[in-house]
Each structure stands twice: as structure tokens, then as C-alpha cells.
């Protein structure tokens, strides 16, 4: 009951139904009536009002960065550090296998708990509830985003950090590709002429392996940033 | 000028500011200022709004089906064909070259803007007015949406269809495992006994070979069922 009521006080939220509350906590292991539609819909309300707080924030960002950006927030990882942070865990109703098996520290459990919250806010009081909702609990995250970076991949995080520096792009060879037409293997290595850095990678296609060789090169580079 | 007066009375919106649905009108091809950021607010807030509906629809529906339900309500297809009974092909605005190679009829190019009006809308007139829209736009796809049906897997259709009928379950055998251990090929039958009725399926998986041999017996079975 403490747990709760603390829970109540972090959400500063005043619920007319409470029992939405109690369904947004229940696991599908505790009971039928549990939070997975509520789940559904937190998710749908969730990530419109993230994307509706990237697009303000960043009146600039093309479309494929907002959408780097915010998978970045909706992501179970993210959702399961607020849910922890509102020790949602001491507060959710479990099935006993479940409790056993430590379910009230699980990511997945913590995050979909997280949306099913946000859809209960939502059903209780609207929009605009459910909105002030999620700019509280994002806020911090939304503030130290930063969109040059987050979500990028490695080819792209190296390119910039080359150019930067006034430094020739790297340079990809496909050194072999072997196994059949159908599930073939490429090894490509990643060349940067002015730095003498060469590293390779491995995948299943030449893209995949083009980004673990840039991978690899991008981390060398922060190593030696660092030392 | 005519075309987007009508798009305007279809709408049933009168937006504040004009530039908006001009913007969700112009496609990448044709300017800077185009549709996509818009197309990224359209489609976060359609999806919640699709989502919301479903849920208040069908209070008792899990929430697999109610995902599966909102992924045939926003597809490419049912947008462009939105697009299409709204004309909004004429009022596109395109770059050269996608104007003479026909983007104004490709479904992408129409679902795209589609989702951008509903971003603008949502700018425009808040929370309220992209509901409103949203549900004008869709509600006769709503009315005659089958949570039975729509969006379910070959398998489990067949399973209901016998089922309904009380005839006992199909029977699915692996018939040969060919290629290598990371790139195998699974072909697999489905028997119906009763019914004296076998398909074949092949894929990558066991579960994919078996859904496609589960689909050509249901289209044997719907086949019959129309002689």
C-alpha cells in the first residue's frame, strides 16, 4: 500500500478510477483482467507524444532523425529505467510463477507496466493528462537528447567524426565473400589512409559488414580520444 | 485551385493556416518545406487514434488482434485508397520528374501525404480536430471491420474454419529439411483427413512452410465452398 500510494505521489496524477490503475499493474500471469490492452494503448499514446515533442523541439530534424530519436525513447531499455525510477516493480500484481521467477524486475514486464500506465492515464483523463503525463516522466530525457548522435550508425557517427577533423572518409573493401548465392558471408575491411587505421568486419550482407568494420574503426578512434 | 477547394470541403476542416496543408501537399521531390516531417506527426497521431478506437470497439478483443486490426486500418494500401476517394492525386504538389513518371497515382507518394494532412490538421486544430478527421476518414472502414478475420494468419483461420465445422485439426508434417543448417529450406504438408485434402508449403522456417501450406488448403477449402 505504500508502494502505491508513493507511486501515486511520482505520477502526480489523481485518478477517478483507480481500478485503472490496479489493471495497469496487473500481469497477464496474476489475472484475465490484466494490462495488455491497456498496453496497446499506452504504446499508441506514448509514441505520438514523444514524436509530438521531437517534432517542437527540433524544427529542423529530418523526418528519418525524429524517427531514430524517438524509437531511442520508446525503447523498452528507456521505458524500463522510468519504470524502475518509479519503483513500478514493488507495485505489480504477478502471477506466482512469475513472482518467483523475479517478473517485477524484468524490462519487459517493467516497460510494458510503463505503457500500460500511460494508457490508463489516458482512458481516466484524457489527452491532456496523458500528455502532461508523458512531458513529466520524458522531460529529462527529451532535454539531453542529443540529435546528432543518438541512433545513428556507425558508418555515419564515423563519417561526421572524420569530417570534423578535416580527415579523408574511410575507405570499404570487400576482402571475401563465401557460402552459397542465398547465405552469403561478407568480410569488408574499413581503411582510413591518414590515421593507418584498418579494421574488419563480418555479416551477411556487404551493408552489415561495412558497419561492424566502421564500428570497429569508430571505437578505436574513441579509445585513443581517450587516452 | 478547384481540386483543393474540394479536397477542402471533403475534409471538412477549415484550417487556420492555409501554408500547413499546402506543406502536407508537396512532396519531397518538389521542395524543401515538404510533407515528411508532417508525414511523421501524421502517422504517430493517426496510429494512436486508430488504436484508440479499436480498443473503445472492442472492449473484449486481446491485444494481438487489436494490433493486427490497426496494421490493415494504416497500411499503405487502405491510406492510398483514403487518398484516392478524397482526389488528393491533383492536388500534389511534385517535382518535375515524379510528375511525368506518374507519383501522383503511386500509392506511396498518396498514403505519404495522406498521414502529412493529418499531421497538418493535428498542428492546426489540436487534439480534437485530427480525432475528428480520423474518424470521419475511417469510419466506414470501423463499421466493417472483422476482429474474426481481418489480419489473422493462414493457420488460424483454417483452424476456426474446420473448427466451425467440427472437423478435427489439420495435421502438419515436416516432408524434407534441405540446405544448410543456417539457410535451410522446410517443406512441409498439411493434411485434412477428414476432408481427404493435403497442400504443400516451403520456407525458411517450419512455422512459414507450415502457414503456407495452411493458406493453399484454405483457398482449396474457400474454393469449394463458392462452387
Same mark, same amino acid.
Given at each position: 500500500?505504500?508502494?502505491l500510494n508513493n507511486l501515486l505521489r511520482q505520477l502526480a496524477y =489523481? %485518478? !477517478?478510477d483507480k481500478n485503472l490503475l490496479t489493471q495497469a499493474l496487473t500481469h497477464r500471469s496474476h489475472s484475465g483482467n490484466n494490462n495488455e490492452r491497456l498496453e496497446f494503448l499506452g504504446d499508441g499514446v506514448l509514441n505520438f507524444l514523444v514524436a509530438h515533442q /521531437? %517534432? !517542437?523541439r527540433f524544427p529542423k530534424l529530418p523526418e &528519418?532523425? /525524429? @524517427?531514430?530519436l524517438r524509437a531511442q525513447l520508446v525503447k523498452e531499455q528507456t521505458l524500463s529505467e522510468i519504470a524502475i525510477s518509479l519503483n513500478i516493480g514493488e507495485c505489480l500484481r504477478l502471477g506466482e510463477g512469475e513472482l518467483k521467477s523475479g &517478473?517485477?524486475?524484468?524490462?519487459s514486464v517493467l516497460a510494458d507496466a510503463m505503457e500500460a500506465i500511460i494508457g490508463a492515464v489516458f482512458l481516466d483523463g484524457g489527452y491532456p493528462a496523458a500528455e502532461a503525463l508523458v512531458q513529466r516522466l520524458f522531460l529529462p530525457r527529451l532535454e539531453n537528447i542529443d540529435p546528432k548522435s543518438i541512433g545513428k550508425d556507425a558508418k @555515419?557517427? /564515423?563519417q561526421e567524426f572524420l569530417q570534423g577533423r578535416k580527415i579523408d /572518409?574511410? =575507405?570499404y573493401h570487400v576482402l571475401a565473400t563465401? &557460402? =552459397?548465392a542465398h547465405c552469403q558471408t561478407f568480410r569488408v575491411s574499413c581503411h582510413i589512409a591518414k590515421l593507418q587505421m584498418t579494421a574488419e568486419g563480418k555479416g551477411s550482407s556487404r551493408r552489415a559488414a561495412e558497419q561492424q568494420a566502421a564500428q570497429a574503426v569508430y571505437e578505436q578512434l574513441l579509445d585513443k580520444g581517450k587516452k
Open positions: 500500500m505504500y508502494s =489523481e %485518478f !477517478q /521531437l %517534432f !517542437q &528519418g532523425d /525524429l @524517427s531514430r &517478473g517485477w524486475r524484468r524490462p @555515419s557517427l /564515423l /572518409l574511410p =575507405e563465401e &557460402g =552459397e
